[in-house]
């Protein structure tokens, strides 16, 4: 192995350019690797769980038959298998083979119950958000550590980012040519999987951009602080109809549920005489507000939402990000007033705002739901990430010094030109990204105020 030479200054503007682009995408690499990984993993598990088992315990069989049971009455056996429980929702089978869900809550604590439909026979109860999807989900969020997580994979999410960005720039042919950027070369050594990490790293890209900035939405400064706060479905739309003090995200548990574009905007109230032609045979039930739901469009599975207080509405929903169907474009909400069985609210994709609509699909892409597919295409993107972390520790370890003890980072040039360039880039990105200029920006910190000032410390790091 030929040592490396961390000292030697490059020479030429675009080669002060491209090390300092590699330095870059070393450091960035060294913190945004193992969350790669991490999200790669947990990312897969989900895809395959929810295609094979579902989330919810939604593919639970039964045997089809002539007649179903009144939705009441298969209510009435989930509520009466959890003593002084509450129903909440109702989740309609998504075939005639599955059975139906109910959830129950007692003091807080949600109960999924699996009823048969045909004979309103309880099949089987279980604690909701406790399956092995939401173990996955839990360290693909938040690394089960709560805010704490969240901030820190919207820390890795953000300068992986910049990990693409420079390592485009660094890949991104020249003189070489196109071939040589998207078609690997097979040799021996380094050479080889420096091919391979960089022509896998460019396909990737624009499809790892999708998922990261998809990903980004959903986390908590970037997406609730500053993306879906001005991009939300603004409740003005409504005319005339009352609203609550809660917001739809209120409907969540444990897991983002209501789709993205509506988390932040009001929920209607019931108790008014506005709203158009809803349930019109008999009183405002379960049951014939299940009918309306079949009435106006929402077949197979949907979800059915259950007032929770005086001005609580029933809510009908049916969006891909929830699984309940393989189509983002047909997402649909809609409120009805539980005393006089109006609608309220009817929302459908197309009264998003354009950064919903585009978050929907991209929700549905980024989750794997529109259908099989998307589950094995992104489980090839998985694959993809998982090799680009792997390739990028046998390339350190091909180029690292030999029992010099050090990081073995590319030098900074000295005298770099276009200096203001890269400043303008990484303040745009520190804006753009909150977490990522942080970390950009305690990097710097770090560098100036205490590796410049002990030397050898300085020197194992580079």
């Given at each position: 192995?030929?040592?490396?030479?961390?000292?030697?200054?490059?020479?030429?503007?675009?080669?002060?350019?491209?090390?300092?682009?590699?330095?870059?995408?070393?450091?960035?690499?060294?913190?945004?690797?193992?969350?790669?990984?991490?999200?790669?993993?947990?990312?897969?598990?989900?895809?395959?769980?929810?295609?094979?088992?579902?989330?919810d315990g939604e593919r639970t069989r039964v045997f089809p038959n002539e007649f179903t049971a009144p939705v009441s009455v298969q209510a009435d056996a989930a509520i009466?298998?959890?003593?002084?429980?509450?129903?909440?929702?109702?989740?309609?089978?998504?075939?005639?083979?599955?059975?139906?869900?109910?959830?129950?809550?007692?003091?807080?604590?949600?109960?999924?119950?699996?009823?048969?439909?045909?004979?309103?026979?309880?099949?089987?109860?279980?604690?909701?958000?406790?399956?092995?999807?939401?173990?996955?989900?839990?360290?693909?969020?938040?690394?089960?550590?709560?805010?704490?997580?969240?901030?820190?994979?919207?820390?890795?999410?953000s300068l992986a980012l910049v990990l693409i960005a420079t390592g485009l720039y660094m890949w991104w042919p020249r003189k070489a040519g196109w071939r040589r950027a998207l078609v690997?070369?097979?040799?021996?050594?380094?050479?080889?999987?420096?091919?391979?990490?960089?022509?896998?790293?460019?396909?990737?890209?624009?499809?790892?951009?999708?998922?990261?900035v998809s990903g980004l939405s959903w986390a908590?400064?970037?997406?609730?602080?500053?993306?879906?706060?001005?991009?939300?479905?603004p409740a003005e739309k409504w005319d005339n109809v009352p609203l609550s003090d809660n917001i739809h995200a209120s409907m969540n548990h444990d897991r983002r549920e209501v789709p993205w574009?509506?988390?932040?905007?009001?929920?209607?109230?019931?108790?008014?005489?506005?709203?158009?032609?809803?349930?019109?045979?008999?009183?405002?039930?379960?049951?014939?507000?299940?009918?309306?739901?079949?009435?106006?469009?929402?077949?197979?599975?949907?979800?059915?939402?259950?007032?929770?207080?005086?001005f609580g509405v029933w809510t009908l929903s049916r969006d891909s990000m929830s699984t309940d169907s393989t189509d983002p474009m047909s997402d649909r909400t809609v409120h009805v007033d539980q005393y006089t069985g109006k609608i309220l609210a009817d929302v459908r994709y197309a009264d998003y705002s354009l950064a919903g609509k585009a978050m929907a699909v991209?929700?549905?892409?980024?989750?794997?739901?529109?259908?099989?597919?998307?589950?094995?295409?992104?489980?090839?993107?998985?694959?993809?990430v998982l090799f680009l972390c792997a390739s990028s520790i046998v390339l350190w370890w091909k180029r690292r010094p030999a029992k010099s003890g050090r990081l073995s980072a590319p030098p900074m040039p000295k005298d770099m030109p276009l200096w203001q360039g890269?400043?303008?880039?990484?303040?745009?990105?520190?804006?753009?990204?909150?977490?990522?200029?942080?970390?950009?920006?305690?990097?710097?910190a770090v560098d100036g105020l205490i590796l410049s000032r002990l030397p050898a410390l300085r020197r194992s790091l580079t």
């Open positions: 192995m030929t040592p490396t030479d961390n000292t030697v200054q490059p020479d030429g503007g675009v080669s002060k350019l491209y090390f300092a682009a590699w330095r870059w995408h070393f450091y960035a690499g060294l913190f945004v690797i193992p969350f790669l990984a991490i999200l790669a993993i947990s990312g897969a598990a989900m895809l395959w769980i929810a295609w094979i088992d579902g989330r009466a298998a959890i003593p002084d429980g509450a129903l909440v929702q109702y989740v309609a089978p998504r075939t005639n083979d599955v059975a139906a869900l109910f959830r129950v809550d007692v003091q807080g604590d949600a109960t999924m119950v699996a009823v048969d439909p045909y004979t309103a026979n309880v099949i089987e109860t279980f604690p909701r958000r406790s399956g092995w999807y939401d173990f996955a989900d839990n360290i693909h969020g938040e690394l089960m550590l709560g805010v704490t997580g969240d901030r820190m994979i919207e820390t890795a999410a690997p070369s097979f040799g021996r050594g380094r050479a080889m999987w420096k091919s391979l990490h960089g022509v896998v790293g460019i396909w990737l890209s624009l499809f790892l951009v999708l998922f990261l908590g400064v970037w997406g609730g602080k500053m993306v879906q706060a001005w991009s939300q479905f574009a509506l988390e932040q905007t009001l929920m209607p109230a019931s108790g008014s005489d506005v709203g158009t032609v809803g349930v019109t045979a008999g009183h405002v039930t379960l049951d014939t507000v299940d009918a309306l739901a079949r009435k106006i469009g929402f077949d197979a599975r949907y979800q059915l939402n259950v007032p929770q207080s005086e991209g929700i549905a892409l980024h989750m794997g739901t529109l259908g099989i597919w998307s589950v094995l295409a992104n489980s090839l993107v998985c694959l993809a890269a400043v303008l880039v990484g303040l745009g990105v520190s804006l753009a990204f909150p977490m990522a200029g942080l970390a950009l920006l305690s990097v710097l």
